[in-house]
């Protein structure tokens, strides 16, 4: 990727670590990831119980993939739709994209299921575009 994925790891809260791309896929570069039954990642979505980080490079099927994982990390994430600067984050579901940051509803919020903040000042329009975002 031509655009750098870790931002700021505010004073090292992160690690990097290694795992392998589930068979069968291509994950890509600054999406957030989860586990499967394998031991193996995937892009994760709204579907997904847990997010393990955000893959820092694109990996093919069965490769080595690194994974910045913690919280109070800044990337730059694919976010997709209309967000603005302060809001909160979640997973999209797989009609936008899996691995994508989406705006958290309130319910979504409450219930933990925001990933990040939105620390971009230009609104997000559409998208995904890659903007930076805090790891919650």
Not at 54 to 66: E, F, I, K, P, Y
Not at 95 to 123: K, N, R, W
């Amino acid at each position: 990727m031509a655009t750098e994925i870790l931002v700021n790891d505010g004073g090292a809260p992160a690690r990097i670590l290694p795992f392998t791309a589930a068979s069968g896929t291509n994950l890509s570069g600054g999406r957030f990831v989860t586990m499967d039954d394998q031991a193996e990642i995937n892009h994760a979505d709204t579907a997904s119980t847990t997010s393990l980080g955000v893959l820092l490079t694109d990996a093919g099927s069965g490769q080595n993939a690194s994974v910045i994982t913690g919280k109070g990390v800044v990337l730059n994430v694919p976010v997709s739709g209309t967000v603005s600067g302060g809001t909160a984050l979640t997973l999209s579901s797989g009609t936008v994209g899996a691995g994508y940051c989406i705006s958290g509803t309130a319910a979504l919020v409450a219930t933990g299921g925001a990933v990040g903040v939105y620390l971009d000042s230009t609104a997000n329009a559409n998208g995904p575009n890659l903007r930076k975002v805090l790891t919650l």
